[in-house]
């Protein structure tokens, strides 16, 4: 005979069959807990998430100097030179050897020619007060192609070298300290395109200049 159970004794019976209940309901309870714990971690990964977002902001996308331990007065240079107006044929670039500004085809110097272009100094006065603030040594280099002559200048070296000297006289007349500005010509050895074309020969012909990094001089 089964215990009997007085009606007196409990508000509610139920069956010895369904007390599985119990343990069910004690499952859901832990499956809730157990997500509202997994829900309150994931929020907390967000919020830490967003701070780290937030802590990054100031940086430049991308630049090349943060992860060196370099000064940001590179990052802040590059931006800057990159927001300003300038021909379609100047290019700004960022590495780990400094701020590249490369003047190719006629910006700079027509074919032959050692005789820098209004619009050359037109973008270089724009440049100027962003160069200027900064004690970066400063290198130009020269390039030729190979269709690039001059009877002044017997090899593409020494045209390569004028025009880099060029761009480095005119920096000094806008009072650029000639201690921070290094010259070199590499005539038509450091071609960027394979010159099987005239348009990519032009853009062969080129002066650039680049801000070197603090730590660095050449």
């Not at 100097?65 to 670039?93: C, H, M, R, W, Y």
């Amino acid at each position: 005979m089964g215990q009997m159970i007085d009606e007196e004794d409990c508000e509610v019976c139920i069956p010895f069959e369904q007390e599985w209940i119990f343990t069910y309901g004690d499952l859901v309870t832990l499956l809730l807990c157990f997500f509202i714990l997994l829900f309150s971690m994931c929020r907390t990964d967000v919020e830490k998430s967003k701070q780290i977002s937030d802590s990054l902001k100031g940086m430049p996308p991308g630049s090349p100097f943060i992860f060196n331990g370099q000064s940001s007065n590179l990052d802040k240079a590059s931006k800057e030179l990159e927001q300003l107006e300038v021909p379609d044929d100047v290019t700004i670039n960022a590495s780990k050897a400094g701020v590249e500004v490369t003047f190719s085809k006629t910006v700079a110097f027509e074919q032959g020619s050692v005789s820098i272009s209004e619009k050359a100094k037109k973008t270089l006065d724009k440049m100027l007060p962003i160069i200027g603030q900064l004690q970066n040594n400063i290198e130009i280099s020269g390039h030729t192609d190979e269709s690039d002559s001059n009877k002044k200048y017997p090899s593409s070296w020494e045209l390569s070298v004028a025009r880099a000297s060029v761009i480095a006289a005119f920096l000094e007349s806008k009072l650029i300290p000639v201690e921070r500005i290094q010259v070199a010509g590499y005539g038509d050895s450091r071609p960027r395109f394979n010159p099987d074309t005239a348009y990519k020969r032009n853009l062969n012909r080129r002066v650039q200049i680049l801000l070197l990094p603090e730590d660095q001089t050449r």
